[in-house]
Structure formats: C-alpha cells, structure tokens
C-alpha cells in the first residue's frame, strides 16, 4: 500500500512538474511573441507564468536554459506530429512529405506562441538550434527518399516553412478557407 501510495505521489509530483515547466515554457513563448526579445526577461516570464523567480530558476536555471527547453518543446511536439502523421498515412508514396506538411499545418496555430523560442535561440545563441536544425535535416532525407521527385517534394516542404513564418510573423495570413484549400492543394501534390 505504501509503495502504491508512493508511485501515485510521483506521478502527481511529475505532472505537477511537467505542468509547471509547460506553464514556464508558454509564458515565456507569450512574452517574445507579444512583446519582443529584449522584454524577455527571467522576472516576466516567472511573473507572466505566475510563480516566483526562484520557482523559474529551479525548473531553467538560467535564460539559456530556458530558451533551450523552449527549442525542445517545440521540436518534440512537431516531431511527434509528423510521425504520427507517417505512422497513420497508408500511401507509401509520398508519406513523409504529407506528415511534414499535415503536421505543420496541425501545429501551427495551437503552438504559435511556441515557435518563439525559435526566435530567442537565434538572438541568445544560436547553438541552441540544433536540435530543430537536426530535425529538419532527418525530414528531408525523409523527403528526399519519399518516392516522389525530390525537387518537387523539397518545394512543397519550402512551401509549408514559408506558410508557417507568414503565419509566425502575421505576413498576410491565410483565411481559414483559404488555408484549407492551401493544405489540401499540398497533400493532392504530393500524389501526383
């Protein structure tokens, strides 16, 4: 009973933990994508995400720490889209440029706030995005091995970044129609 007892507190103090991180990481994103990069500060973030300043240093030591964890979250939660995406498309031909373009349509919107750590890892250090630029690199030997001309399946994942930065950066965004007729245009190109 005790042991049971134990397991359930450590799972509640991991959640907690991962939800007090994901708070951090989000009010973080908020602040550079609302504010811009010089009002990233370690004090708004832990005031924006409503915790102490020491509560933030305990999770992300320091500023870098913090945009680092911002890359990863990102990269994990696109990653685990576009392998989803594979992994459920039967279509061989073609498969991970639909899941790259499906799974960056899918996380654009919800994680809009979170491509800012994209932003702040290129103002505070620019090795910070390695793991995303590492990424990128295993979905396009993805691509290119996609069995669809890889020029054409190269275009349409530089179509979809472009999307995403006009999206990012409110470049002449896409009405929900239109993006939707974007997105099925892609995936119908990726067939051919």
């Not at 991180?21 to 973080?28: N, V």
């Not at 630029?133 to 530089?158: G, K, M, V």
């Amino acid at each position: 009973m005790v042991r049971l007892n134990m397991k359930l507190y450590e799972r509640g103090f991991l959640m907690s933990v991962f939800e007090t991180r994901t708070k951090i990481l989000e009010a973080a994103s908020y602040i550079i994508q609302s504010d811009g990069i010089l009002s990233f500060t370690l004090e708004k973030v832990a005031k924006q995400a409503g915790i102490s300043k020491g509560g933030l240093l305990y999770h992300y030591p320091s500023k870098e720490a913090l945009v680092s964890g911002m890359v990863k979250y990102l990269k994990q939660n696109y990653t685990k889209s576009i392998e989803e995406n594979a992994n459920q498309d039967t279509m061989q031909k073609g498969r991970w440029t639909r899941s790259f373009i499906k799974g960056s349509f899918e996380k654009n919107n919800p994680d809009k706030y979170m491509n800012a750590g994209l932003m702040a890892a290129a103002s505070v250090n620019r090795d910070l995005l390695k793991p995303i630029q590492d990424a990128y690199e295993h979905w396009q030997d993805c691509i290119n091995n996609d069995q669809i001309d890889p020029i054409n399946s190269t275009i349409l994942r530089l179509a979809v970044d472009g999307l995403w930065l006009s999206e990012i950066f409110d470049l002449a965004p896409l009405d929900e129609e239109k993006h939707q007729e974007v997105l099925e245009r892609l995936i119908e190109l990726t067939k051919k």
